[in-house]
């Protein structure tokens, strides 16, 4: 239910709150004072294209925000979970549009897109205007209220649950047999397998493999510098290192026999000598049994090429590719070895269509009893609304399918006839936005309950009519106001006066500016507000008086 709205510098409004409460609230005003401003605010916070021009004349932005009681409206408070923007059962919509014409949106101070907007905003409210066609409009919600007016939920869950479990088993056809092509897979699968497995390997076995590719690519480099650095350390020249360490073990043992202290610097010397013989040996057998096969160079050459081949091919690191011939190995049994399950899957998949098939008949059979109950009831309402020989025909069509589908076997199609002798035409096909709003009033009071939206607003769904026919309609509203919230603009004192609550609108102007005010009016406010849509300029003792009685008679009944 909306229980706020709040507009600042939007089209003639400087700044206006609203509280709402429950039932019919009826907004009227004179013509041009902007009635239909909190149905074109409600339309912008539910997600509808902004246009700078409601931004007021000498401001910078416009500003609206409205705020939801989500206690009967448990599909609005899940969808705010699921999108991550709930906040302790809060529901506020806001937005702001710039004068130059860029606008952005908030759901519980939350940054949001004209899209969530409106999918929000559809289980909020629903708004039946001159010129807006709604949910109403949607095939789909027409069905989805046909339902709802039929009350065969059971049938829906049997469709709905068929229909899953039958493409939750389809789904795994597909995954085991490889979809239509499964032999080419298979073939794939094979050739790609014999590849990998054939040059992919273990993460050690690739380190060892890169190691020696490394080491037999410098095998020449590593052979003739181990050969040098052996030449260094203990070579026949009188500047290697064993020769000019001999030279100074010689000079040290002089100096230890005439100072003891210098021993231990002696026994050091000796055992750099016999680690620097021994680094000069393993250097000198290093360089003889460094490998300078040029064959075995060219196989691991080969082999690396075709693992960076593999690893492009695949668009996977070279030391993945050994995972991937596991991957491949595993599809490859599961495609080969698929026969025996896809003949259980195949018997489990028509056993779910044949239960498909018999609950879709069954739902096809109740929307068809529904559709006609539904038609007759809504056509004998557009007669008392003032469409004397209007007719609404629901008619449903066949999908043509026998897969199994959440909706069901067939479509939902609204056709309407505005007067006798015209044939049927779509319901958003209809051109008149006065007929479409009386229509949709008719089939709001038919199905009253029956769907889930919180809130309903009416703009000017008295346009055309009058007397008799407005104080009906009026009278729907206010039935339709007991059993959840309508906003209702009216130009209508007969409509006016079956409020729950009255809202004005009135325009002001000091000759250098004009502003619109919205007010809530106590019972004197609407005993003349009424008197003024009775009486027109001049407003008498007998228009007050009538204003009175009809006001009485009205909030009586």
């Known amino acids: ?17 609203i509280a709402f409460g429950p039932g019919l609230t009826v907004v009227s005003g004179e013509t041009g004072a902007g009635k239909s401003l909190l149905v074109d605010a409600l339309m912008l916070l539910a997600g509808s294209r902004a246009d700078s021009g409601m931004v007021r004349a000498g401001s910078d932005r416009a500003e609206l925000a409205a705020e939801f009681d989500l206690a009967d409206l448990p599909a609005a408070r899940d969808w705010l979970a699921r999108e991550e923007l709930d906040e302790d059962g809060a529901c506020q919509l806001r937005r702001v549009i710039r004068a130059e014409g860029s606008s952005r949106a908030w759901i519980n101070g939350r940054p949001a897109n004209a899209s969530q907007l409106g999918e929000l905003a559809a289980m909020l409210v629903e708004i039946h205007g001159q010129h807006e066609h709604q949910a109403l409009l949607s095939r789909a919600h027409q069905l989805a209220l046909l339902d709802a007016y039929a009350n ?13 479990q039958w493409r939750a088993v389809q789904a795994r056809i597909q995954s085991l047999s490889g979809g239509d092509d499964r032999e080419q897979r298979i073939e794939l699968l094979r050739h790609e397998l014999s590849e990998l497995e054939k040059w992919a390997l273990p993460a050690d076995q690739l380190v060892d493999l890169e190691a020696s590719h490394k080491r037999l690519a410098n095998a020449g480099r590593l052979a003739e510098g181990a050969a040098g650095v052996s030449e260094m350390l203990d070579g026949d020249s009188e500047l290697s290192l064993r020769r000019g360490l001999a030279r100074a073990q010689g000079e040290l043992i002089k100096l230890a026999a005439l100072d003891e202290k210098l021993q231990p610097v002696l026994e050091l010397l000796d055992n750099a000598s016999i680690q620097l013989s021994e680094a000069a040996d393993g250097l000198g057998r290093y360089a003889l049994d460094v490998d300078l096969d040029p064959e075995r160079f060219n196989d691991v050459d080969t082999h690396l090429t075709r693992l960076h081949e593999l690893s492009r091919r695949h668009r996977l ?8 011939a596991i991957a491949v190995g595993d599809e490859l049994a599961q495609l080969e070895g698929a026969g025996e399950a896809l003949e259980k899957l195949d018997r489990l998949r028509d056993e779910h269509q044949r239960a498909y098939l018999k609950a879709a008949k069954a739902l096809s059979k109740a929307r068809g009893d529904a559709a006609g109950r539904l038609g007759e009831e809504v056509s004998a309402l ?14 449903l069509e066949p999908t043509g399918s026998d897969d199994p589908d959440v909706q069901g076997r067939e479509r939902c199609e609204l056709l309407v006839s505005a007067n006798p002798g015209q044939p049927p035409r779509a319901l958003r096909k209809v051109a008149s936005g006065g007929e479409l709003a009386r229509i949709s009033l008719a089939i709001e009071v038919a199905t009253l309950g029956k769907d889930t939206v919180g809130s309903m607003v009416f703009d000017e769904v008295d346009t055309g009519i009058g007397g008799a026919v407005a104080e009906v309609v009026g009278q729907k509203l206010r039935a339709l106001g007991g059993q ?20 004005r609108v009135a325009k002001h102007s ?17 005993r003349d507000e009424l008197a003024r849509m009775l009486g027109g300029v001049e407003i008498t003792r007998e228009t007050k008086a009538h204003a009175k009685q009809m006001l009485e008679r009205a909030q009586a009944s």
Do not use: N, W
């Open 317 to 324: 690191p070279v030391a993945e590719l050994h995972d991937k």
């Open 382 to 395: 557009m007669g008392e609304l003032g469409m004397s020989g209007g007719r609404l025909v629901i008619e």
């Open 510 to 526: 000091d000759g250098v500016s004009t502003q619109t005010r919205i007010e809530k009016l106590d019972a004197s406010g609407r």
């Open 484 to 503: 959840r919230q309508v906003l209702c603009v009216t130009h209508l004192p007969q409509v006016a006066a079956q409020g729950h609550a009255h809202l």
């Open 152 to 164: 065969h939920d059971d049938l829906l869950g049997q469709v709905r649950d068929a229909t899953q």
């Open 1 to 17: 239910m909306l229980t706020s709205l709040y507009v600042r510098h939007f089209a003639v409004v400087e700044e206006a709150e």
